[in-house]
């Protein structure tokens, strides 16, 4: 995939094996899996799976999640971007396009997963005609929660995970609207 976005502060590129060190620093932090079901990750060999799972949605959907890379320093912060979810089901939903990220601890609170964020739904709307995005946060993360509502999602509803966890459901449709993209 040789998609490259950017916006003023960040490079978004394709994952790549190079970004596994840097990703495996940010996913064995137990802060930035808070609400992420508690699991950090205990070896790198973990990451590098993930890392050829989302290559492997390179190819087959089209889209995956992104490094993000901070222009300044050349240093990935972690990764944003939308998924085609078609492997689980969620909140009673599977095959929907879906926006995530997730930062490393340093970078949290800097504007950065807004810049991001910004710059993908204007991708998915505009470039690959997608009619609605959706997310889901953990209900405690308030930090996600705020920057899902900031960029202009809607909170949809609460639901339980197969644990009972309750995470928070959000939605946004296409601003042009259907009948002006055809």
Do not use: C
Request: charged share 25%; proline share 3%; glycine share 8%.
């Amino acid at each position: 995939m040789d998609l490259i976005l950017e916006t003023n502060r960040l490079i978004l590129r394709p994952l790549e094996l190079s970004d596994a060190e840097a990703m495996f620093a940010m996913d064995k932090n137990p802060e930035v899996h808070k609400y992420l079901w508690q699991t950090p990750v205990q070896k790198i060999e973990e990451v590098i799976k993930v890392i050829e799972y989302v290559r492997s949605q390179y190819g087959k959907n089209n889209i995956g999640r992104f490094a993000t890379i901070l222009k300044e320093t050349n240093e990935f912060i972690g990764w944003t971007g939308i998924k085609f979810v078609d492997d689980h089901e969620e909140n009673g939903n599977t095959n929907f396009y879906d926006y995530g990220y997730r930062l490393n601890e340093n970078f949290w609170g800097k504007g950065y997963a807004t810049e991001a964020s910004i710059a993908w739904l204007d991708y998915g709307f505009n470039q690959m005609n997608i009619d609605k995005m959706n997310a889901y946060t953990h209900f405690e993360n308030g930090a996600s929660n705020h920057i899902l509502q900031k960029i202009g999602m809607k909170f949809m509803e609460d639901y339980p995970d197969k644990d009972g966890v309750i995470w928070k459901w959000w939605q946004m449709e296409n601003p042009l609207g259907k009948e002006n993209r055809e």
